[in-house]
């Protein structure tokens, strides 16, 4: 049996962290049994359907590697063939017109909360149908049986079919709902393997007999959703970035893999893996039972090592491009500021977006506002700012050795360390408390510049 899964979202908004797992799963189960992996996009509730969802979900699916096989299938095309094979589920007493109205449901919801739905109309035949009237297509859910599942990463696991409702197949405007069309697409998609969140655990069951009845059951592999710090369900409240807003933020592709990766997935006690290294040793045994939890401090944490791992002409090339995105042209001076401390600036940023903000005093210093926090660090010094920069205005050869000379024999003479002025020097010239080398910094910004930020913002 050639293995094919699927990943199959509803293009409603942006590509989170829950989905691009979801499709990372399917992709490296696939590719590691040597098998396809396919996109189709669920595009049937036409209110919250967006074409931007969908070029935004696509494009981020290829940012991260995850690249689907054959066409993408649009499941609003294969609408028609849903709704032929609702009413040959009819013939085969498989499913049912349920003419209730509105008000007739709410009333039963009110007085039976507790049972599962079976419409009046589940057993009337045709001649009892009204005309004119408008209806929805349920499923005939089997009584007294049990639906069983061996799911991959659950366990077997099974229910009795009285805990299943007589859910709707097509609704009354006539659109097939997700729990039919995504079956019978699995099934024309040739879908050997349905890799998904645990919360669908119970559409899985709802489907089941759809599956029998096209004569195809996948395989099923229901993966544990994401929760949030406090160990809750992921919601809207949580904010979590998307992996558009995470690329955005200066985020890896590889970063963003190797998250996804260990949310529920082990490789022994590897805490960097490569999306290549798993394809080679994914199982779906070895994903947990239990919720993966999510951490901002790891995707940082995992960002700054493949920032670092970077060549300087690469990062180099990331930060061209950053200026160029926010307009930003340098001068041959500035340029040759930014080449002078590119080094040192990498290794104090854990992304792209971190090292072009920490580049903003080479060329737009006047804008940077320090913060009141700031502020009161440089008013402690404020009684030696003169001393210092008559020291410096006396320095005729304006190197790094000779300006660290300088200074070190001022602090000597005074009994200080120069932890007492550092902090000082950085707001001034950089308005940063965190900066390269400043003794480098005031070396390649000049003599005259260094006197005027001093002079201007001490």
């Known amino acids: 049996m050639k293995v094919i899964t699927r990943f199959a979202p509803s293009p409603s908004g942006s590509l989170h962290i829950g989905g691009a797992r979801t499709a990372l799963f399917n992709f490296i189960f696939a590719k590691s049994n040597d098998g396809l992996f396919k996109l189709r996009i669920e595009n049937t509730d036409f209110n919250r359907q967006s074409e931007k969802s969908i070029k935004s979900i696509i494009s981020d699916l290829k ?64 001649r009892f149908h009204p005309k004119n009237k408008p209806y929805v297509i349920r499923f005939k859910t089997p009584l007294n049986s049990k639906i069983q ?55 899985s069951f709802r489907q089941f007999h759809i599956f029998k009845y096209l004569k195809q059951i996948p395989f099923f592999a229901h993966i544990p959703l994401i929760h949030n710090d406090k160990g809750k369900k992921l919601s809207k409240r949580d904010k979590v970035p998307s992996v558009g807003d995470y690329k955005k933020s200066g985020i890896f592709k590889e970063t963003l893999i190797n998250y996804l990766l260990r ?8 805490e960097i893996i490569s999306i290549e290294e798993a394809i080679k040793s994914f199982k779906l045994r070895n994903v947990g039972k239990s919720p993966a939890i999510i951490d901002e401090k790891k995707i940082n944490f995992l960002n700054s090592h493949y920032f670092k791992n970077k060549s300087e002409k690469y990062l180099f090339e990331l930060l061209s491009k950053e200026f160029k995105k926010n307009k930003i042209i340098l001068s041959s001076f500035q340029k040759k500021v930014l080449t002078y401390l590119f080094s ?35 008013d402690k010094t404020k009684g030696i700012k003169n001393k210092i920069i008559l020291i410096l205005n006396k320095i005729s050869n304006w190197n790094e050795k000779n300006i660290e000379f300088q200074l070190k024999k001022f602090l000597d003479s005074n009994n200080l360390k120069f932890k007492s002025i550092g902090p000082s020097l950085r707001l001034s010239i950089t308005k940063k408390i965190n900066s390269p080398s ?8 000049g003599k005259k510049e260094v006197i005027k930020r001093l002079d201007q913002t001490w």
Not at 81 to 103: G, R, W
Not at 350 to 370: A, G, M, P, Q, W
């Open 63 to 126: 940012w991260l590697g995850i690249k689907y096989d054959k066409e993408i299938v649009f499941q609003k095309s294969n609408l028609d063939k849903h709704v032929t094979i609702a009413e040959q589920m009819i013939e085969n007493n498989l499913a049912y017109k349920c003419f209730m109205t509105d008000d007739e449901l709410n009333e039963i919801k009110i007085n039976n909360s507790k049972d599962k739905f079976r419409s009046v109309w589940r057993d009337k035949t045709f």
């Open 149 to 203: 599942i061996k799911d991959l990463v659950q366990g077997t696991i099974s229910v009795k079919s009285e805990e299943i409702d007589d859910y709707v197949l097509v609704r009354s405007d006539g659109n097939p709902t997700f729990l039919l069309s995504s079956a019978i697409d699995d099934v024309n998609m040739k879908i050997s393997h349905i890799i998904r969140g645990d919360d669908h655990l119970t559409n």
């Open 263 to 270: 949310l529920g997935w082990s490789l022994k006690d590897k």
């Open 344 to 378: 040192e600036l990498k290794k104090r940023s854990n992304s792209v977006v971190e090292l072009y903000e920490s580049t903003k005093f080479i060329y737009d210093f006047n804008n940077i506002v320090i913060s009141v926090g700031d502020k009161i660090e440089l």
């Open 438 to 445: 400043i003794i480098k910094v005031m070396e390649i910004l």
